[in-house]
């Protein structure tokens, strides 16, 4: 429930600030989102992988 919790945080806040940057700078909020991206997936294979 917590890690539940703490996600959706994590997610409303880098939406947040995509959207931010966004209203600010179309093409910054692109790259950053495409940036951010990269990161879930390789953060999301490595748990998968078992490596810390």
Do not use: N
């Amino acid at each position: 429930m917590v890690t539940t919790l703490l996600f959706l945080l994590e997610v409303v806040f880098v939406l947040a600030v995509v959207a931010g940057i966004g209203m600010w700078s179309v093409p910054a909020g692109m790259v950053l989102a495409g940036v951010l991206g990269v990161l879930a997936v390789e953060r999301e294979q490595a748990r998968r992988k078992g490596t810390p």
